[in-house]
T-cell receptor, first 114, second 111 residues
Framework: KAGVTQTPRYLIKTRGQQVTLSCSPI?????VSWYQQTPGQGLQFLFE???????NKGNFPGRFSGRQFSNSRSEMNVSTLELGDSALYLC?????????????FGPGTRLTVT | QQPVQSPQAVILREGEDAVINCSSS?????VHWYRQKHGEAPVFLMI?????EQKGHEKISASFNEKKQQSSLYLTASQLSYSGTYFC????????????FGEGTQLTVNP
């Protein structure tokens, strides 16, 4: 079974631009969660989608948004990029929603904002 | 609220044991443990659920004290491959399936 894939793997953007990251979950998994990982803040939850609906949202500004498609693929968008948005963005999929399932993480997208 | 992990870092020689702790001030529904090697994605190790259910790899041992809201990960007879950063992720009873991760424990196993 193919794992979680994320595209692109690396991205360099300029402050003020916007960016869209993509995540394809493991086949059959319907829940996708997004995390931001930085050396100073660690792994921080952004949001979770299940069956095209946002189930949960972390404490991030409205510049961070996401969506999920009918095939469970998910995208996250960051508008008006700031230097502090530089981070590794990880997505993770689980078969269903809920904390009793192990999360399968993708390799991440390394975003650098200059 | 972020769980607190201890220690922040530990260095072992191959074959030695280690315990990593994860504490929360809030009532938890589940505790997850993941290991991340440098430049790689976190990999699942164990889930411990309120009520005693556990799911995880056979070679990994962990506990969840519901009274103290504390979980411990036991690494015995460590191997070089155990090196990495260990994260606990906690799910509160009222937060749905949102995981809040600790800052991580960096484990180094030397020959």
């Amino acid at each position: 079974k193919a794992g979680v894939t994320q595209t692109p793997r690396y991205l360099i953007k300029t402050r003020g631009q916007q960016v869209t990251l993509s995540c394809s979950p493991i086949s059959g998994h319907r829940s996708v969660s997004w995390y931001q990982q930085t050396p100073g803040q660690g792994l921080q939850f952004l949001f979770e989608y299940f069956s095209e609906t946002q189930r949960n949202k972390g404490n991030f500004p409205g510049r961070f948004s996401g969506r999920q498609f009918s095939n469970s693929r998910s995208e996250m968008n960051v508008s008006t990029l700031e230097l502090g948005d530089s981070a590794l963005y990880l997505c993770a999929s689980t078969p269903l929603a809920g904390g009793s399932y192990e999360q399968y993480f993708g390799p991440g997208t390394r975003l650098t904002v200059t | 609220q972020q769980p607190v992990q201890s220690p922040q870092a530990v260095i072992l020689r191959e074959g030695e044991d280690a315990v990593i702790n994860c504490s929360s001030s809030k009532a938890l529904y589940s505790v997850h443990w993941y290991r991340q090697k440098h430049g790689e994605a976190p990999v699942f190790l164990m889930i411990l659920l309120k009520g005693g259910e556990q799911k995880g790899h056979e070679k990994i041992s962990a506990s969840f004290n519901e009274k103290k809201q504390q979980s411990s990960l036991y690494l015995t007879a460590s191997q070089l491959s155990y090196s990495g950063t260990y994260f606990c992720g906690t799910e509160r009873e009222t937060s749905g399936s949102r995981l809040t991760f600790g800052e991580g424990t960096q484990l180094t196993v030397n020959p």
